[in-house]
Protein backbone atom coordinates (compact mmCIF):
# COMPACT_ATOMS: atom_id res chain seq x y z
CA UNK A 1 0.00 0.00 0.00
CA UNK A 2 1.76 3.46 -0.89
CA UNK A 3 2.10 5.59 1.74
CA UNK A 4 1.16 9.55 2.35
CA UNK A 5 4.28 11.91 1.73
CA UNK A 6 4.22 14.99 2.15
CA UNK A 7 4.90 17.37 -0.74
CA UNK A 8 7.96 19.77 -0.83
CA UNK A 9 7.51 23.02 -1.24
CA UNK A 10 8.70 23.92 -4.48
CA UNK A 11 7.04 20.77 -5.47
CA UNK A 12 3.58 21.82 -4.46
CA UNK A 13 4.05 25.68 -5.02
CA UNK A 14 4.51 24.54 -9.01
CA UNK A 15 1.39 22.48 -8.61
CA UNK A 16 -0.64 25.68 -7.43
CA UNK A 17 1.51 27.79 -9.81
CA UNK A 18 -0.47 25.90 -12.69
CA UNK A 19 -3.50 27.16 -11.51
CA UNK A 20 -2.41 30.67 -12.17
CA UNK A 21 0.45 30.63 -14.60
CA UNK A 22 -0.82 28.48 -17.57
CA UNK A 23 1.58 30.43 -20.08
CA UNK A 24 3.73 33.83 -20.91
CA UNK A 25 -0.34 35.78 -21.27
CA UNK A 26 -1.23 34.47 -17.80
CA UNK A 27 1.95 35.64 -16.30
CA UNK A 28 1.40 39.08 -18.20
CA UNK A 29 -1.65 39.49 -16.77
CA UNK A 30 -0.87 39.88 -13.96
CA UNK A 31 2.37 41.58 -14.10
CA UNK A 32 -0.06 44.10 -15.78
CA UNK A 33 -2.82 44.34 -12.75
CA UNK A 34 0.11 45.23 -10.36
CA UNK A 35 1.34 48.33 -12.36
CA UNK A 36 -2.02 49.56 -13.09
CA UNK A 37 -3.12 49.34 -8.60
CA UNK A 38 0.56 51.35 -8.86
CA UNK A 39 -1.00 54.56 -9.61
CA UNK A 40 1.03 54.26 -13.07
CA UNK A 41 0.04 56.48 -15.58
CA UNK A 42 2.33 54.95 -17.99
CA UNK A 43 2.94 50.87 -18.37
CA UNK A 44 5.85 49.30 -21.20
CA UNK A 45 5.88 45.64 -21.77
CA UNK A 46 8.78 43.93 -23.50
CA UNK A 47 8.76 40.51 -24.38
CA UNK A 48 11.19 38.15 -26.12
CA UNK A 49 10.37 34.85 -27.74
CA UNK A 50 6.82 35.30 -26.96
CA UNK A 51 7.33 35.87 -23.44
CA UNK A 52 8.50 32.01 -23.08
CA UNK A 53 12.51 33.68 -22.90
CA UNK A 54 11.62 36.98 -21.33
CA UNK A 55 8.59 39.32 -20.05
CA UNK A 56 9.08 42.42 -18.45
CA UNK A 57 6.86 45.12 -17.40
CA UNK A 58 7.64 48.55 -16.39
CA UNK A 59 5.90 50.92 -14.82
CA UNK A 60 6.25 54.47 -13.44
CA UNK A 61 3.59 54.36 -10.21
CA UNK A 62 4.14 54.11 -6.64
CA UNK A 63 7.01 51.49 -6.23
CA UNK A 64 7.71 49.08 -3.41
CA UNK A 65 8.79 50.09 -0.17
CA UNK A 66 12.24 47.93 1.20
CA UNK A 67 10.24 46.67 3.87
CA UNK A 68 7.58 45.10 1.30
CA UNK A 69 10.40 43.99 -0.88
CA UNK A 70 11.63 41.89 2.03
CA UNK A 71 8.17 39.84 1.92
CA UNK A 72 6.98 40.31 -1.67
CA UNK A 73 6.40 36.92 -3.60
CA UNK A 74 6.04 34.74 -0.66
CA UNK A 75 2.79 32.81 -0.53
CA UNK A 76 -0.03 34.71 0.12
CA UNK A 77 1.63 37.66 0.69
CA UNK A 78 -0.58 41.08 -0.43
CA UNK A 79 -1.10 44.62 0.10
CA UNK A 80 -4.25 44.33 -0.79
CA UNK A 81 -6.56 42.45 1.25
CA UNK A 82 -6.59 41.74 5.21
CA UNK A 83 -9.58 40.30 6.29
CA UNK A 84 -12.66 38.23 5.21
CA UNK A 85 -14.73 41.27 4.48
CA UNK A 86 -12.20 42.90 2.39
CA UNK A 87 -12.78 39.63 -0.34
CA UNK A 88 -16.63 41.52 -0.54
CA UNK A 89 -15.38 44.77 -1.01
CA UNK A 90 -12.22 44.68 -3.68
CA UNK A 91 -11.27 48.55 -5.89
CA UNK A 92 -7.74 46.63 -7.32
CA UNK A 93 -7.14 44.60 -10.15
CA UNK A 94 -4.93 42.02 -7.72
CA UNK A 95 -5.58 40.69 -4.30
CA UNK A 96 -5.05 37.33 -4.02
CA UNK A 97 -1.41 37.44 -3.14
CA UNK A 98 -0.57 33.66 -5.25
CA UNK A 99 0.87 35.39 -8.62
CA UNK A 100 4.34 36.41 -7.95
CA UNK A 101 5.19 33.40 -5.72
CA UNK A 102 3.33 30.88 -8.04
CA UNK A 103 5.50 33.09 -11.23
CA UNK A 104 8.65 32.68 -8.77
CA UNK A 105 8.67 28.86 -8.64
CA UNK A 106 8.24 28.34 -12.40
CA UNK A 107 10.76 31.10 -13.90
CA UNK A 108 13.33 33.42 -12.82
CA UNK A 109 11.72 36.73 -11.01
CA UNK A 110 13.92 39.86 -10.73
CA UNK A 111 11.68 42.90 -9.12
CA UNK A 112 13.43 45.96 -9.31
CA UNK A 113 11.51 49.39 -7.25
CA UNK A 114 11.76 52.40 -6.08
CA UNK A 115 9.25 53.39 -3.47
CA UNK A 116 8.05 57.37 -4.46
CA UNK A 117 8.42 57.93 -0.29
CA UNK A 118 12.11 56.55 -0.04
CA UNK A 119 15.62 57.75 -1.36
CA UNK A 120 16.77 54.36 -2.38
CA UNK A 121 15.83 51.62 -5.14
CA UNK A 122 16.15 48.22 -4.59
CA UNK A 123 16.54 44.80 -6.26
CA UNK A 124 14.92 41.38 -5.18
CA UNK A 125 15.72 37.93 -7.43
CA UNK A 126 13.84 34.54 -7.20
CA UNK A 127 15.01 32.12 -9.15
CA UNK A 128 12.63 28.88 -9.58
CA UNK A 129 11.83 29.13 -5.82
CA UNK A 130 15.48 30.35 -4.55
CA UNK A 131 15.05 33.35 -3.10
CA UNK A 132 18.29 35.76 -3.07
CA UNK A 133 19.35 38.69 -0.51
CA UNK A 134 17.60 41.89 -1.01
CA UNK A 135 20.34 44.29 -3.12
CA UNK A 136 20.69 47.97 -3.84
CA UNK A 137 20.09 49.28 -7.49
CA UNK A 138 17.06 50.02 -9.46
CA UNK A 139 14.97 52.52 -11.50
CA UNK A 140 14.89 56.13 -10.50
CA UNK A 141 11.32 55.85 -9.93
CA UNK A 142 8.23 53.10 -10.44
CA UNK A 143 9.04 49.22 -10.98
CA UNK A 144 10.46 46.85 -13.05
CA UNK A 145 9.72 43.27 -12.97
CA UNK A 146 10.97 40.90 -15.25
CA UNK A 147 10.32 36.87 -15.87
CA UNK A 148 13.01 35.11 -17.25
CA UNK A 149 12.65 31.11 -18.59
CA UNK A 150 9.33 30.29 -18.09
CA UNK A 151 8.84 26.72 -17.16
CA UNK A 152 12.42 26.46 -18.35
CA UNK A 153 13.40 23.65 -15.10
CA UNK A 154 9.76 21.94 -16.26
CA UNK A 155 9.98 20.94 -19.79
CA UNK A 156 6.51 18.78 -19.58
CA UNK A 157 5.16 22.42 -18.93
CA UNK A 158 6.96 23.84 -21.44
CA UNK A 159 6.24 21.45 -24.14
CA UNK A 160 2.81 22.42 -23.91
CA UNK A 161 3.53 26.03 -24.96
CA UNK A 162 2.63 27.45 -28.82
CA UNK A 163 5.36 28.92 -30.78
CA UNK A 164 6.54 32.11 -30.03
CA UNK A 165 4.59 33.77 -32.76
CA UNK A 166 1.18 32.34 -31.34
CA UNK A 167 2.45 33.62 -27.70
CA UNK A 168 3.19 36.75 -28.94
CA UNK A 169 -0.29 37.26 -30.73
CA UNK A 170 -2.08 36.58 -26.99
CA UNK A 171 0.15 38.85 -25.60
CA UNK A 172 -0.55 41.73 -27.76
CA UNK A 173 -4.68 40.38 -27.45
CA UNK A 174 -4.11 41.15 -23.61
CA UNK A 175 -2.46 44.57 -23.52
CA UNK A 176 -5.38 45.65 -25.99
CA UNK A 177 -8.10 43.93 -23.24
CA UNK A 178 -6.42 45.44 -19.87
CA UNK A 179 -5.83 49.15 -21.81
CA UNK A 180 -9.53 49.56 -22.82
CA UNK A 181 -10.89 50.81 -19.54
CA UNK A 182 -8.15 52.57 -18.88
CA UNK A 183 -7.65 55.68 -20.79
CA UNK A 184 -5.66 57.55 -18.42
CA UNK A 185 -2.94 55.30 -18.59
CA UNK A 186 -0.66 55.02 -21.72
CA UNK A 187 0.65 51.45 -22.91
CA UNK A 188 3.28 50.69 -25.14
CA UNK A 189 4.33 46.89 -26.21
CA UNK A 190 7.71 46.11 -27.52
CA UNK A 191 7.89 42.09 -29.16
CA UNK A 192 11.45 41.30 -29.45
CA UNK A 193 12.68 44.63 -29.72
CA UNK A 194 9.87 46.01 -32.49
CA UNK A 195 7.56 48.32 -31.06
CA UNK A 196 3.90 46.43 -31.84
CA UNK A 197 1.27 48.38 -29.93
CA UNK A 198 1.46 52.22 -28.40
CA UNK A 199 -2.16 53.05 -26.85
CA UNK A 200 -1.15 57.00 -25.64
CA UNK A 201 -3.51 58.45 -22.98
CA UNK A 202 -6.94 59.02 -24.48
CA UNK A 203 -9.31 62.20 -23.27
CA UNK A 204 -12.41 59.67 -22.47
CA UNK A 205 -13.03 56.42 -22.51
CA UNK A 206 -14.56 56.37 -26.69
CA UNK A 207 -11.47 57.48 -27.64
CA UNK A 208 -9.65 54.64 -26.17
CA UNK A 209 -11.86 52.19 -27.63
CA UNK A 210 -11.18 54.23 -31.06
CA UNK A 211 -7.48 52.83 -30.52
CA UNK A 212 -8.99 49.56 -31.04
CA UNK A 213 -11.97 50.66 -34.01
CA UNK A 214 -9.75 52.55 -36.10
CA UNK A 215 -7.30 50.02 -37.43
CA UNK A 216 -10.57 47.86 -37.95
CA UNK A 217 -11.68 50.00 -40.28
CA UNK A 218 -14.60 51.06 -37.97
CA UNK A 219 -14.88 55.40 -38.32
CA UNK A 220 -15.72 57.18 -35.33
CA UNK A 221 -19.16 58.67 -36.93
CA UNK A 222 -20.23 54.88 -37.15
CA UNK A 223 -19.50 54.94 -33.28
CA UNK A 224 -21.82 56.20 -30.13
CA UNK A 225 -21.18 56.16 -26.55
CA UNK A 226 -24.25 54.97 -24.08
CA UNK A 227 -24.66 55.58 -20.93
CA UNK A 228 -27.47 54.24 -17.96
CA UNK A 229 -26.88 54.18 -14.28
CA UNK A 230 -29.10 51.89 -11.63
CA UNK A 231 -29.30 51.48 -7.69
CA UNK A 232 -25.64 49.74 -7.75
CA UNK A 233 -24.48 49.92 -11.10
CA UNK A 234 -23.57 52.06 -13.74
CA UNK A 235 -23.04 51.06 -17.76
CA UNK A 236 -21.08 52.59 -20.35
CA UNK A 237 -21.29 50.84 -24.07
CA UNK A 238 -18.97 51.95 -26.65
CA UNK A 239 -21.29 50.89 -29.46
CA UNK A 240 -21.17 50.40 -33.27
CA UNK A 241 -23.99 50.79 -35.10
CA UNK A 242 -25.69 48.28 -37.07
CA UNK A 243 -23.13 48.76 -40.18
CA UNK A 244 -20.69 47.05 -38.45
CA UNK A 245 -21.21 42.69 -38.08
CA UNK A 246 -19.13 40.31 -37.07
CA UNK A 247 -20.03 36.42 -37.66
CA UNK A 248 -18.94 35.73 -34.06
CA UNK A 249 -19.17 37.19 -30.26
CA UNK A 250 -15.34 37.68 -29.89
CA UNK A 251 -15.87 41.85 -30.48
CA UNK A 252 -18.78 41.86 -27.86
CA UNK A 253 -15.99 42.47 -25.20
CA UNK A 254 -17.65 43.04 -21.36
CA UNK A 255 -15.66 44.39 -18.38
CA UNK A 256 -17.01 44.28 -14.76
CA UNK A 257 -15.22 47.00 -12.69
CA UNK A 258 -12.45 47.29 -15.21
CA UNK A 259 -11.37 43.52 -15.70
CA UNK A 260 -12.59 41.64 -18.81
CA UNK A 261 -14.62 38.65 -18.14
CA UNK A 262 -16.02 36.01 -20.14
CA UNK A 263 -19.82 35.96 -19.53
CA UNK A 264 -22.18 34.79 -22.14
CA UNK A 265 -25.35 36.00 -20.64
CA UNK A 266 -23.98 39.85 -20.81
CA UNK A 267 -22.69 38.98 -24.26
CA UNK A 268 -26.21 38.04 -24.77
CA UNK A 269 -27.51 41.14 -23.48
CA UNK A 270 -26.00 43.18 -25.86
CA UNK A 271 -26.78 40.75 -29.24
CA UNK A 272 -30.69 41.43 -28.00
CA UNK A 273 -30.24 45.03 -27.42
CA UNK A 274 -29.60 44.99 -31.01
CA UNK A 275 -31.92 42.74 -32.59
CA UNK A 276 -33.21 42.85 -35.71
CA UNK A 277 -30.97 45.43 -36.45
CA UNK A 278 -28.95 43.08 -37.65
CA UNK A 279 -29.33 40.05 -39.99
CA UNK A 280 -29.53 36.34 -38.47
CA UNK A 281 -25.81 34.74 -37.73
CA UNK A 282 -24.58 38.16 -37.61
CA UNK A 283 -23.30 40.18 -33.95
CA UNK A 284 -22.68 43.51 -33.32
CA UNK A 285 -18.82 45.23 -32.28
CA UNK A 286 -19.53 46.68 -28.77
CA UNK A 287 -17.51 47.52 -25.55
CA UNK A 288 -19.00 47.25 -22.38
CA UNK A 289 -18.17 48.66 -19.12
CA UNK A 290 -20.22 47.57 -15.77
CA UNK A 291 -19.12 49.77 -12.66
CA UNK A 292 -21.15 47.73 -9.88
CA UNK A 293 -21.23 47.85 -6.10
CA UNK A 294 -18.32 45.62 -4.69
CA UNK A 295 -20.03 43.62 -2.25
CA UNK A 296 -21.84 42.41 -5.50
CA UNK A 297 -19.44 41.42 -7.36
CA UNK A 298 -17.69 38.19 -6.85
CA UNK A 299 -14.40 37.56 -8.78
CA UNK A 300 -13.09 34.96 -6.38
CA UNK A 301 -14.51 32.03 -7.94
CA UNK A 302 -12.04 31.30 -10.91
CA UNK A 303 -8.20 31.12 -10.51
CA UNK A 304 -7.71 33.60 -13.51
CA UNK A 305 -10.11 35.99 -12.32
CA UNK A 306 -12.01 35.58 -15.60
CA UNK A 307 -15.45 35.10 -14.38
CA UNK A 308 -17.78 36.34 -12.01
CA UNK A 309 -21.22 36.39 -10.12
CA UNK A 310 -23.03 39.26 -9.91
CA UNK A 311 -25.80 39.17 -7.07
CA UNK A 312 -27.81 41.80 -8.67
CA UNK A 313 -27.06 40.06 -12.68
CA UNK A 314 -31.05 40.17 -13.50
CA UNK A 315 -30.86 43.89 -13.02
CA UNK A 316 -28.02 44.55 -14.98
CA UNK A 317 -29.25 41.94 -17.80
CA UNK A 318 -32.23 43.56 -18.64
CA UNK A 319 -30.75 47.46 -18.36
CA UNK A 320 -27.92 46.46 -20.81
CA UNK A 321 -30.50 45.31 -22.75
CA UNK A 322 -32.52 48.03 -22.73
CA UNK A 323 -29.41 50.94 -23.00
CA UNK A 324 -28.61 48.95 -26.17
CA UNK A 325 -32.34 48.68 -27.54
CA UNK A 326 -33.39 52.63 -26.95
CA UNK A 327 -29.78 54.19 -27.36
CA UNK A 328 -28.70 52.95 -31.06
CA UNK A 329 -29.67 54.89 -33.61
CA UNK A 330 -31.84 53.20 -36.03
CA UNK A 331 -30.37 53.80 -39.31
CA UNK A 332 -32.46 53.17 -42.78
CA UNK A 333 -30.43 51.33 -45.38
CA UNK A 334 -30.22 52.92 -48.93
CA UNK A 335 -32.21 55.82 -47.59
CA UNK A 336 -30.36 59.19 -46.89
CA UNK A 337 -31.62 62.09 -44.91
CA UNK A 338 -32.42 65.69 -46.09
CA UNK A 339 -33.59 66.26 -49.51
CA UNK A 340 -33.16 62.55 -51.02
CA UNK A 341 -35.86 60.84 -48.10
CA UNK A 342 -38.32 63.60 -47.96
CA UNK A 343 -41.46 62.03 -49.53
CA UNK A 344 -42.69 65.96 -48.82
CA UNK A 345 -39.94 68.07 -50.94
CA UNK A 346 -42.68 69.75 -52.98
CA UNK A 347 -44.86 70.40 -50.43
CA UNK A 348 -42.47 71.78 -48.18
CA UNK A 349 -40.80 74.43 -51.06
CA UNK A 350 -44.56 75.81 -51.82
CA UNK A 351 -45.19 76.30 -48.32
CA UNK A 352 -42.08 78.38 -48.07
CA UNK A 353 -43.10 80.17 -50.91
CA UNK A 354 -46.38 80.92 -49.34
CA UNK A 355 -44.82 81.90 -46.27
CA UNK A 356 -42.81 84.50 -48.65
CA UNK A 357 -45.67 85.80 -50.32
CA UNK A 358 -47.94 86.29 -47.08
CA UNK A 359 -45.39 88.67 -45.64
CA UNK A 360 -45.89 90.97 -48.40
CA UNK A 361 -42.80 90.45 -49.88
CA UNK A 362 -42.93 90.85 -54.11
CA UNK A 363 -42.45 87.35 -55.85
CA UNK A 364 -41.38 87.79 -59.02
CA UNK A 365 -43.86 89.21 -61.22
CA UNK A 366 -47.21 87.21 -60.47
CA UNK A 367 -50.00 89.10 -60.03
CA UNK A 368 -50.81 87.98 -56.15
CA UNK A 369 -46.92 89.23 -55.47
CA UNK A 370 -48.58 92.38 -56.88
CA UNK A 371 -52.04 92.68 -55.02
CA UNK A 372 -50.23 91.84 -51.61
CA UNK A 373 -47.80 94.48 -52.37
CA UNK A 374 -50.21 97.02 -52.24
CA UNK A 375 -51.95 95.77 -49.82
CA UNK A 376 -48.63 96.79 -47.76
CA UNK A 377 -48.70 99.45 -49.10
CA UNK A 378 -51.91 100.90 -48.32
CA UNK A 379 -51.88 99.76 -44.94
CA UNK A 380 -48.69 101.65 -44.04
CA UNK A 381 -50.21 104.77 -45.20
CA UNK A 382 -49.90 107.46 -41.93
CA UNK A 383 -53.28 109.16 -42.53
CA UNK A 384 -56.24 107.40 -44.20
CA UNK A 385 -57.81 109.29 -47.22
CA UNK A 386 -61.13 108.46 -46.14
CA UNK A 387 -63.61 107.53 -43.08
CA UNK A 388 -64.09 104.08 -44.35
CA UNK A 389 -60.97 102.84 -44.49
CA UNK A 390 -61.35 100.68 -41.21
CA UNK A 391 -63.90 98.54 -42.88
CA UNK A 392 -61.86 98.28 -46.00
CA UNK A 393 -59.17 97.20 -43.58
CA UNK A 394 -61.26 94.31 -42.03
CA UNK A 395 -62.77 93.44 -45.90
CA UNK A 396 -58.59 92.81 -46.68
CA UNK A 397 -57.85 91.04 -43.83
CA UNK A 398 -60.73 88.94 -44.10
CA UNK A 399 -59.85 88.17 -47.89
CA UNK A 400 -56.11 87.77 -46.79
CA UNK A 401 -57.31 84.89 -44.28
CA UNK A 402 -59.99 83.32 -46.67
CA UNK A 403 -56.93 82.99 -49.13
CA UNK A 404 -54.98 81.47 -46.79
CA UNK A 405 -57.45 78.73 -45.33
CA UNK A 406 -57.73 77.60 -48.87
CA UNK A 407 -54.32 77.32 -49.69
CA UNK A 408 -53.64 75.13 -46.58
CA UNK A 409 -56.62 72.76 -47.83
CA UNK A 410 -54.36 72.89 -50.77
CA UNK A 411 -51.51 72.16 -49.07
CA UNK A 412 -53.10 69.32 -47.28
CA UNK A 413 -54.56 67.87 -50.36
CA UNK A 414 -51.33 67.93 -52.49
CA UNK A 415 -49.74 66.45 -49.10
CA UNK A 416 -52.21 63.46 -49.07
CA UNK A 417 -51.58 62.90 -52.84
CA UNK A 418 -48.21 62.79 -52.48
CA UNK A 419 -48.22 60.03 -49.90
CA UNK A 420 -50.79 58.09 -51.98
CA UNK A 421 -50.04 58.36 -55.17
CA UNK A 422 -48.18 55.42 -56.29
CA UNK A 423 -48.07 52.53 -58.41
CA UNK A 424 -47.91 49.14 -57.04
CA UNK A 425 -45.91 46.72 -59.03
CA UNK A 426 -46.73 43.33 -57.24
CA UNK A 427 -45.03 40.95 -54.45
CA UNK A 428 -41.62 39.07 -54.50
CA UNK A 429 -40.41 36.54 -52.49
CA UNK A 430 -43.56 36.11 -50.91
CA UNK A 431 -41.87 38.56 -48.53
CA UNK A 432 -41.57 41.73 -50.52
CA UNK A 433 -43.77 44.35 -51.83
CA UNK A 434 -42.52 46.32 -54.54
CA UNK A 435 -43.76 49.78 -55.56
CA UNK A 436 -42.63 52.94 -57.72
CA UNK A 437 -42.88 56.25 -56.45
CA UNK A 438 -42.16 59.53 -58.66
CA UNK A 439 -38.29 58.29 -59.64
CA UNK A 440 -37.57 55.78 -57.39
CA UNK A 441 -38.54 52.06 -56.19
CA UNK A 442 -39.69 50.92 -53.00
CA UNK A 443 -39.50 47.67 -51.05
CA UNK A 444 -40.97 47.23 -47.82
CA UNK A 445 -40.82 43.92 -45.93
CA UNK A 446 -44.87 43.02 -45.55
CA UNK A 447 -44.79 41.26 -41.93
CA UNK A 448 -42.08 43.96 -39.95
CA UNK A 449 -44.54 46.75 -42.28
CA UNK A 450 -47.92 45.01 -41.22
CA UNK A 451 -46.60 44.59 -37.65
CA UNK A 452 -45.53 48.35 -37.43
CA UNK A 453 -49.58 49.22 -38.38
CA UNK A 454 -50.67 46.91 -35.87
CA UNK A 455 -48.54 48.18 -33.46
CA UNK A 456 -49.29 52.40 -34.01
CA UNK A 457 -53.51 50.99 -33.67
CA UNK A 458 -52.58 48.92 -30.41
CA UNK A 459 -51.18 52.17 -28.65
CA UNK A 460 -54.07 53.85 -29.72
CA UNK A 461 -56.78 51.75 -28.23
CA UNK A 462 -56.61 48.84 -26.27
CA UNK A 463 -59.65 46.41 -25.63
CA UNK A 464 -59.94 44.37 -22.31
CA UNK A 465 -61.14 40.64 -21.78
CA UNK A 466 -61.60 39.29 -18.59
CA UNK A 467 -59.35 36.14 -18.32
CA UNK A 468 -62.16 32.88 -17.10
CA UNK A 469 -59.13 31.21 -15.63
CA UNK A 470 -56.51 33.79 -14.18
CA UNK A 471 -53.06 33.10 -15.19
CA UNK A 472 -50.58 32.55 -12.19
CA UNK A 473 -47.00 33.39 -12.30
CA UNK A 474 -44.29 33.66 -9.67
CA UNK A 475 -41.53 36.11 -9.60
CA UNK A 476 -38.62 37.10 -8.18
CA UNK A 477 -38.05 39.58 -4.89
CA UNK A 478 -36.97 42.45 -7.40
CA UNK A 479 -39.50 42.05 -9.71
CA UNK A 480 -42.32 41.31 -6.77
CA UNK A 481 -41.05 44.84 -5.32
CA UNK A 482 -41.48 46.79 -8.61
CA UNK A 483 -45.28 45.48 -9.58
CA UNK A 484 -45.83 46.34 -5.59
CA UNK A 485 -45.75 49.87 -6.69
CA UNK A 486 -46.43 49.90 -10.44
CA UNK A 487 -48.34 47.29 -11.84
CA UNK A 488 -50.90 50.61 -12.75
CA UNK A 489 -48.56 50.45 -16.05
CA UNK A 490 -50.09 47.36 -16.96
CA UNK A 491 -53.19 48.28 -15.88
CA UNK A 492 -52.74 51.36 -18.82
CA UNK A 493 -51.80 48.79 -21.09
CA UNK A 494 -55.11 46.19 -20.22
CA UNK A 495 -53.00 43.83 -18.70
CA UNK A 496 -54.78 43.83 -14.87
CA UNK A 497 -52.63 42.45 -12.00
CA UNK A 498 -53.52 41.42 -8.70
CA UNK A 499 -50.56 39.89 -6.01
CA UNK A 500 -52.11 37.12 -4.07
CA UNK A 501 -48.68 36.68 -2.02
CA UNK A 502 -45.08 37.08 -1.53
CA UNK A 503 -43.99 37.00 -5.16
CA UNK A 504 -47.26 35.42 -6.37
CA UNK A 505 -49.39 37.67 -9.09
CA UNK A 506 -52.43 36.46 -11.24
CA UNK A 507 -53.16 37.64 -14.66
CA UNK A 508 -56.70 38.85 -14.50
CA UNK A 509 -57.29 40.44 -17.93
CA UNK A 510 -55.33 40.89 -21.39
CA UNK A 511 -55.87 43.57 -24.43
CA UNK A 512 -58.23 40.52 -26.85
CA UNK A 513 -55.51 40.69 -29.58
CA UNK A 514 -52.84 39.13 -26.63
CA UNK A 515 -54.68 35.35 -27.42
CA UNK A 516 -51.94 33.14 -28.64
CA UNK A 517 -49.26 35.10 -26.68
CA UNK A 518 -49.80 34.69 -22.74
CA UNK A 519 -46.99 32.95 -22.41
CA UNK A 520 -44.42 35.14 -23.84
CA UNK A 521 -46.30 38.02 -21.90
CA UNK A 522 -46.37 36.23 -18.46
CA UNK A 523 -42.39 35.60 -19.40
CA UNK A 524 -41.79 39.39 -19.86
CA UNK A 525 -43.95 40.33 -17.23
CA UNK A 526 -42.12 38.33 -14.41
CA UNK A 527 -38.43 39.02 -15.88
CA UNK A 528 -38.99 42.80 -16.88
CA UNK A 529 -38.65 46.19 -14.87
CA UNK A 530 -38.31 49.52 -16.62
CA UNK A 531 -40.55 52.87 -16.88
CA UNK A 532 -43.97 53.09 -18.97
CA UNK A 533 -42.72 53.83 -22.58
CA UNK A 534 -40.67 50.99 -22.17
CA UNK A 535 -42.90 48.41 -21.17
CA UNK A 536 -45.63 49.56 -23.36
CA UNK A 537 -43.26 49.27 -26.38
CA UNK A 538 -42.29 45.70 -25.34
CA UNK A 539 -45.57 44.39 -24.72
CA UNK A 540 -47.12 45.80 -27.73
CA UNK A 541 -44.16 44.50 -30.26
CA UNK A 542 -44.89 41.08 -28.59
CA UNK A 543 -48.64 41.26 -29.00
CA UNK A 544 -48.66 43.16 -33.09
CA UNK A 545 -45.87 40.42 -34.01
CA UNK A 546 -48.33 37.27 -34.09
CA UNK A 547 -50.76 39.07 -35.61
CA UNK A 548 -49.04 40.38 -38.49
CA UNK A 549 -48.94 39.07 -41.93
CA UNK A 550 -46.37 36.85 -42.00
CA UNK A 551 -43.37 35.65 -44.27
CA UNK A 552 -44.50 33.06 -47.03
CA UNK A 553 -48.37 34.86 -46.73
CA UNK A 554 -49.51 35.81 -50.12
CA UNK A 555 -51.26 39.84 -50.14
CA UNK A 556 -54.18 40.29 -52.82
CA UNK A 557 -53.33 44.19 -54.33
CA UNK A 558 -55.65 45.50 -52.71
CA UNK A 559 -54.37 45.14 -49.51
CA UNK A 560 -51.10 45.39 -50.39
CA UNK A 561 -52.32 49.33 -51.68
CA UNK A 562 -53.79 49.50 -48.37
CA UNK A 563 -50.63 48.56 -46.30
CA UNK A 564 -48.20 50.43 -48.59
CA UNK A 565 -50.31 53.83 -48.32
CA UNK A 566 -50.45 53.55 -44.36
CA UNK A 567 -46.52 53.05 -44.88
CA UNK A 568 -45.95 55.84 -47.07
CA UNK A 569 -47.42 58.13 -44.48
CA UNK A 570 -44.84 56.68 -41.47
CA UNK A 571 -42.04 59.75 -40.61
CA UNK A 572 -39.97 56.49 -39.11
CA UNK A 573 -40.58 53.48 -40.98
CA UNK A 574 -39.14 50.47 -38.59
CA UNK A 575 -41.05 48.12 -37.07
CA UNK A 576 -41.68 47.90 -33.30
CA UNK A 577 -38.34 46.08 -32.85
CA UNK A 578 -36.64 48.84 -34.60
CA UNK A 579 -35.83 47.23 -37.94
CA UNK A 580 -35.81 49.28 -41.02
CA UNK A 581 -38.45 47.64 -43.26
CA UNK A 582 -38.50 50.21 -46.24
CA UNK A 583 -35.70 50.19 -48.42
CA UNK A 584 -34.92 52.82 -51.81
CA UNK A 585 -33.68 52.40 -54.85
CA UNK A 586 -33.29 55.35 -56.90
CA UNK A 587 -33.63 55.58 -61.15
CA UNK A 588 -30.23 56.98 -61.08
CA UNK A 589 -28.95 54.66 -59.45
CA UNK A 590 -30.16 51.62 -61.26
CA UNK A 591 -29.41 53.57 -64.67
CA UNK A 592 -25.70 53.79 -63.13
CA UNK A 593 -26.06 49.88 -62.39
CA UNK A 594 -26.32 49.32 -66.52
CA UNK A 595 -23.92 52.16 -67.71
CA UNK A 596 -26.86 53.93 -68.73
CA UNK A 597 -25.48 56.73 -66.91
Known sequence: MNRINLLPPLLSSRIAAGEVVERPESVLRELLDNAIDSNADEIIIETSGGGIESIACIDNGNGIQK???ARIAMQHATSKISTDEDLYNIHTMGFRGEALYSISSVSKLTIK?????????????????NRYPLQSGGPGKGTIV???????EIPARRAFLKRPQTESA?????????????PSISFKYYQDGALKLSYEKAKDIKERVMMLYRPMGIPDADVSVLRTTGD????????????????????????????????????????????ELLPGGSFPVAVVFIENRSELTDFNIHPTKREVKLRNGKEIHHALTLLVKNGLERKIPEIKAAKETNLFEENEIETRNQTRRFTGIRDGNTTEGKVLERIYSYQTEEKPRDNSWLEKAKELKRIREEREEKNERKREERKEEDVTHFKYIGQCFSLFLIAQKDDALYLVDQHAAHERILYDELTSQVSLQTLLAPITLEVEKDVDEFLSKHSEIYSKLGIMLSRKDDGIWEIIALPALAR???????????????????????????MACKKAIKKGDYVDQYSAEELLKKVFKMKEPVCPHGRTFLIKLEKE???KMVGRT
Do not use: H, W
Open 146 to 152: QVENLFG
Open 113 to 129: SKSSSEDDAYTLVIDNG
Open 232 to 275: DFSITVVAANQSVKRSDRKEIRIYVNSRPVDDYALQQAVAYGYG
Open 170 to 182: LNRSLVIKKALPF
Open 67 to 69: DDM
Open 516 to 542: DRESEIVDFIANSKGDEKELESSIFAI
Open 589 to 591: ELE
